[in-house]
């Protein structure tokens, strides 16, 4: 079937809108239209080539909710009508340890949504900036928000399960403190559920426009950056620090706010690297420097039931297709609260 859709035909170019071919869907596939797609930071760099492997043209989405309007004859899980999210993964090996024990996003043979290869035609997978996808029933995800919030659910699919998941491998809950550094797309989100999980929440921010946002998301306390004295305030404190920005930065100044044998788990993903650690930081109090990479389908199924149960979507601003290249040049400004999404309708000339 061929669709409308945006995607750019190589790096230095701007979205243009397209005509993609999605395959008819086999015996274990779901046919979903797309009503809303949200816009990642990762889409922005993966487009515009700046990180490797970029295959054109190139459309992007990895959060994306719709309806199934087609499933094939072994879904059993899924019906036409349904209300269902995609994520960042398509497809893995589906037997490896990984894959068994739910965390296909580390799986080695992971397809993502899209700039993955895949049989069908470009070559590569083809993202939900589009009318239309269809995927193997295993990474189908259930919504249960209700139909009004659909499109600040689109979100929850990269910058909710991108938090949720080190939240969760990290046990937060009640009587633990967190630091979520960053107020964007992924921060905004990381406050909401480490408050909702039980946690004490310190946000931090370069931002003094931004403390009382990020009380109104849920912080029970706000750290400006770029003052030394709330920085050294919360020093040897935080059981976990997630770490959203994707831009280098200073990682010592964080490092040293951490208890003995707690963690800062890094989330965002800049262009190019941070500044190196000093070791000392680590070792003398056995901290820990870790990254979380999305979640698999299972944890991410468990995330949006959280949210649905405990009514959290993301903070969005609704945009037709023609908008999408402004929307970049606004989301490297930071000039979004939080997220951009797609209204898909929009695609159709």
Same mark, same amino acid.
């Given at each position: 079937?061929?669709?409308? &859709?945006y995607?750019?035909? +190589? *790096?230095d170019?701007?979205?243009? %809108? /397209?005509?993609?071919?999605?395959?008819? #869907? =086999?015996?274990?596939?779901?046919?979903?239209?797309?009503?809303?797609?949200?816009i990642?930071?990762?889409?922005?760099h993966?487009?515009?080539?700046?990180?490797?492997?970029?295959?054109?043209?190139?459309?992007?989405?990895?959060?994306?909710?719709?309806?199934?309007?087609?499933k094939?004859?072994?879904?059993?899980?899924?019906?036409?009508?349904d209300?269902?999210?995609?994520?960042?993964?398509?497809?893995?090996?589906?037997?490896?340890?990984?894959?068994?024990?739910?965390?296909?996003?580390?799986?080695d043979?992971?397809?993502?949504?899209?700039?993955?290869?895949?049989?069908?035609?470009?070559?590569?997978?083809?993202?939900?900036?589009?009318?239309?996808?269809v995927?193997?029933?295993?990474?189908?995800?259930?919504?249960?928000?209700?139909?009004?919030?659909?499109?600040?659910? &689109?979100?929850?699919?990269? +910058? *909710?399960?991108?938090?949720?998941? %080190? /939240?969760?491998?990290?046990?937060?809950? #009640? =009587?633990?403190?967190?630091?979520?550094?960053?107020?964007?797309?992924?921060?905004?989100?990381?406050?909401?559920l480490?408050?909702?999980?039980?946690?004490h929440?310190?946000?931090?921010?370069?931002?003094?426009?931004?403390?009382?946002?990020?009380?109104?998301?849920?912080?029970?306390?706000?750290?400006?950056?770029?003052?030394?004295?709330?920085?050294?305030?919360?020093?040897?404190?935080f059981?976990?620090?997630?770490?959203?920005?994707?831009?280098?930065?200073?990682?010592?100044?964080?490092?040293?706010?951490?208890?003995?044998?707690?963690?800062?788990?890094?989330v965002?993903?800049?262009?190019?690297?941070?500044?190196?650690?000093?070791?000392?930081?680590?070792?003398?109090?056995?901290?820990?420097?870790?990254?979380?990479?999305?979640?698999?389908?299972?944890?991410?199924?468990?995330?949006?039931?959280?949210? +649905?149960?405990?009514?959290?979507?993301?903070?969005?601003?609704?945009?037709?297709?023609?908008?999408?290249?402004?929307?970049?040049?606004?989301?490297?400004?930071?000039?979004?609260k939080?997220?951009?999404?797609?209204?898909?309708?929009?695609?159709a000339?």
């Amino acid at each position: 079937m061929t669709i409308h &859709a945006y995607g750019a035909h +190589a *790096g230095d170019q701007p979205l243009v %809108p /397209l005509q993609i071919t999605r395959r008819a #869907p =086999g015996a274990d596939d779901v046919q979903i239209d797309i009503a809303f797609c949200g816009i990642c930071h990762s889409d922005l760099h993966q487009v515009r080539a700046e990180w490797a492997g970029t295959q054109f043209p190139c459309v992007p989405g990895h959060e994306i909710v719709g309806r199934v309007t087609a499933k094939g004859a072994h879904v059993a899980a899924f019906e036409v009508g349904d209300l269902v999210g995609v994520g960042c993964i398509v497809d893995s090996c589906q037997h490896c340890e990984d894959c068994d024990q739910g965390l296909e996003n580390y799986c080695d043979g992971m397809i993502g949504t899209y700039n993955f290869p895949t049989p069908d035609a470009p070559g590569h997978t083809l993202g939900g900036y589009s009318q239309q996808i269809v995927v193997h029933q295993r990474y189908v995800l259930r919504i249960r928000h209700p139909q009004a919030q659909l499109a600040a659910v &689109a979100p929850l699919l990269c +910058a *909710g399960i991108t938090t949720w998941s %080190p /939240l969760r491998h990290w046990n937060i809950g #009640p =009587g633990k403190k967190v630091g979520i550094v960053g107020i964007g797309g992924l921060g905004h989100m990381g406050i909401k559920l480490a408050h909702a999980l039980g946690a004490h929440v310190v946000a931090f921010t370069t931002s003094e426009s931004k403390r009382e946002a990020a009380r109104q998301l849920g912080a029970d306390e706000v750290v400006v950056t770029g003052n030394p004295d709330e920085l050294a305030a919360h020093r040897k404190s935080f059981d976990l620090i997630l770490n959203t920005v994707a831009a280098p930065h200073d990682l010592d100044a964080l490092l040293i706010l951490l208890k003995r044998d707690a963690c800062m788990t890094l989330v965002g993903a800049p262009a190019s690297p941070h500044p190196s650690p000093n070791v000392f930081n680590l070792i003398t109090k056995r901290r820990t420097l870790a990254g979380s990479m999305i979640g698999g389908i299972a944890e991410t199924q468990e995330m949006l039931d959280f949210c +649905a149960e405990h009514n959290i979507v993301s903070d969005i601003e609704l945009i037709a297709a023609e908008q999408i290249n402004q929307s970049y040049e606004r989301m490297l400004k930071g000039d979004v609260k939080y997220r951009f999404v797609i209204d898909n309708a929009t695609l159709a000339p």
